[in-house]
């Protein structure tokens, strides 16, 4: 299964929503497990959980598993709530996903969706196309 592509998919009706900025990107965070609300941190400390397994990830975002959605829409989901720097310093000391790593290439991919997401410089509507461009494979 192509998960990147069920990713975009996902993603392309959650924008159809209509939610808020903030919303739609805790219900991006959902797709890896994070739930919305207190327990979020429970979901995100225990690693989320994989609701779209497979692959179809760019070669260099690719850790050769089936859970880099899961690992991309967890932090999403924390980065949403905590922040960038955090967010990745978090996937850094207590994940051990350094930057030059293909986890750390996709953390600071999702970083860089909530940021582009908060700042209006993508739209909801352009999210799904965002993902395909920059982290599905051929």
Same mark, same amino acid.
Do not use: K, Y
């Given at each position: 299964?192509?998960?990147?592509?069920?990713? #975009? !998919?996902?993603?392309?009706? /959650?924008?159809?929503?209509g939610y808020?900025?903030?919303r739609? %990107?805790?219900?991006?965070?959902r797709?890896?497990?994070?739930? @919305?609300g207190? +327990?979020?941190?429970?979901?995100?400390a225990?690693?989320? =959980?994989?609701r +779209?397994r497979? @692959?179809?990830?760019?070669?260099?975002?690719?850790? !050769?598993?089936?859970? $880099?959605?899961r690992?991309f829409?967890?932090?999403? #989901?924390? #980065?949403?709530r905590?922040?960038g720097? +955090?967010a990745?310093? +978090? &996937? &850094?000391?207590? %994940? @051990?996903?350094?930057?030059? &790593?293909a986890?750390?290439?996709l =953390?600071?991919?999702a970083i860089?969706?909530?940021?582009? /997401?908060r =700042?209006?410089?993508?739209? $909801?509507? !352009?999210?799904?196309e965002? /993902?395909?461009? @920059?982290?599905c494979?051929?």
């Open positions: 299964m192509d998960a990147c592509a069920a990713l #975009a !998919d996902v993603v392309s009706r /959650i924008a159809q929503r808020s900025d903030g739609f %990107l805790r219900e991006v965070g797709m890896g497990g994070v739930r @919305r207190p +327990l979020w941190l429970t979901d995100a225990s690693g989320g =959980s994989n +779209l497979g @692959r179809g990830f760019r070669p260099a975002l690719d850790d !050769d598993t089936d859970g $880099q959605s690992h829409a967890g932090t999403v #989901a924390v #980065a949403a905590l922040g720097h +955090l990745r310093w +978090l &996937t &850094t000391a207590v %994940l @051990r996903d350094p930057p030059h &790593t986890d750390g290439r =953390s600071d991919e860089e969706f909530v940021r582009s /997401i =700042s209006g410089d993508l739209a $909801q509507a !352009d999210a799904a965002w /993902i395909r461009r @920059r982290l494979g051929q």
